[in-house]
Each structure stands twice: as structure tokens, then as C-alpha cells.
């Protein structure tokens, strides 16, 4: 079956390390976008890619960044991680002419 | 500035009755709205969704009715069963794009 994965699904980091987080689907969809789930804010977007190539800024990218270098993997790196950024990141992913985002399980990151 | 808006935090509601779960969106644009649940430690999963040249969608016990000139949409639950309890996101998608700003959340909790 088809699916999208995260990895890690926990992750404890200090400030100020490079963090990256996985994100592999293998749908072949073209859009795929990364959110953060925090308490009271529910789900917000950090950044989107229509396709290969092609990144986007999303409601709240600073402090991180993305590739799409193929279709089946975006990852989210965070250049230095802070206090700030310790969330849980769910990647999901959409096919173009359809509506609804598949979401992958998520990963629990704590910044120290 | 919030531009889809879930006003309640949290519902209860006895199993077998109704539930109604609301949002709001400021943003005339949107035309195309999302629902999904969540459970803790999972992705969340899509429910229904709606286009903005309907008012009304139908799945199962889950109905959508979606009020344009109020900028409002609900979710109806019918009957409410324990498995239901969740929290519950919408979610609202721009015309020309396929990224989704989603709401804060509302926690369901349906009483056995």
C-alpha cells in the first residue's frame, strides 16, 4: 500500500544543532507540505513544494528550510534549532487535481 | 491573524446525540474546506469536505453544511458514538492553490 513516513518519530536535540526531519511518500504526489501542531495554535504551515524543485514559505518558515530533489522525499531542516521550534511536525501530502492531505504520523521534537 | 477560526476549544456530548462542531473562515477566496480527526500520537485522518459551490455534503453519519455569506462551516455527527472523541481540525484551501490553513481545533469528547 501506498504511504507517507516520518522519521524520526521522536527526537531530542540542543539548541543551536542542525536538525533534520525525513518525510517519504509513495504516492507520487506532487504537493507535499510540512505543518507543526502546538497547543493553541493547531496546525500551522511551514513550508510546501508543488514538485520537484519547487519550494514555498508557509505561515511560519523562519528558522527553517526544504529541498524537493524528487518526488517521494521533502525534507525539514532546522539550521539551529531553538526552545521555540519544540513541536510535533506532521508532513502530508496531496495529489494535484485532488483535495484531501494525506498526513504522515508525525515527529515529536524537544529542543533543550 | 487567524484566518479559519474553531471558537471551542472542547465539546461533550452524549453518545447517541448529536454533535456539532464549528468554524469560521475570514478569507472570501476559499473555496474548498476540509475536515479531519485526530487522535493523540497519530496523523490526522480526513473526514469529509466540502466545496464552495455546494452548501451541504454527506457521508456516513458526518454531514458538512457550509453557510458562504456567514463565511461559517459545521460539522454534524449523527449519532455520536465513544469512538468518535478526538480532536477535530477544518481546514480551508484558497482558489489556484493546494495548501490548506487549517483551524485551531475542537476536542470531542463523546459520553458513553
Known amino acids: 500500500d501506498a504511504e507517507i513516513t516520518q522519521s524520526p518519530r521522536h527526537k531530542i536535540t540542543e539548541t543551536g544543532r542542525q536538525v533534520t526531519l525525513a518525510c517519504h511518500q509513495t504516492w507520487n504526489h506532487n504537493n507535499m507540505f510540512w505543518y507543526r501542531q502546538d497547543l493553541g495554535h493547531g496546525l500551522r504551515l511551514i513550508h510546501y513544494s508543488y514538485g520537484v524543485q519547487d519550494t514555498n514559505k508557509g505561515e511560519v518558515s523562519d528558522g527553517y528550510s526544504v529541498s524537493r530533489s524528487n518526488t517521494e522525499d521533502l525534507p525539514l531542516t532546522l539550521e539551529s534549532a531553538a526552545s521555540s521550534q519544540t513541536s510535533v511536525y506532521f508532513c502530508?501530502?496531496?495529489?494535484?487535481?485532488?483535495?484531501?492531505?494525506?498526513f504522515g504520523e508525525g515527529s515529536r521534537l524537544t529542543v533543550l | 491573524d487567524q484566518q479559519v477560526k474553531q471558537n471551542s476549544p472542547s465539546l461533550s456530548v452524549q453518545e447517541g446525540r448529536i454533535s456539532i462542531l464549528n468554524c469560521d473562515y475570514t478569507?472570501?477566496?476559499?473555496?474548498?474546506f476540509l475536515w479531519y480527526k485526530k487522535y493523540p500520537a497519530e496523523g490526522p485522518t480526513f473526514l469529509i469536505s466540502?466545496?464552495?459551490?455546494?452548501d451541504k455534503n454527506e457521508d456516513g453519519r458526518f454531514t458538512v453544511f457550509l453557510n458562504k455569506s456567514a463565511k461559517h462551516l459545521s460539522l454534524h455527527i449523527v449519532p455520536s458514538q465513544p469512538g468518535d472523541s478526538a480532536v477535530y481540525f477544518c481546514a480551508a484551501r484558497g482558489s489556484g492553490t493546494y495548501k490548506y490553513i487549517f483551524g485551531t481545533g475542537t476536542r470531542l469528547k463523546v459520553l458513553a
Open positions: 466540502i466545496s464552495s459551490i455546494k
Open positions: 502530508a501530502s496531496s495529489e494535484s487535481y485532488a483535495g484531501e492531505l494525506f
Open positions: 478569507n472570501s477566496m476559499f473555496d474548498y
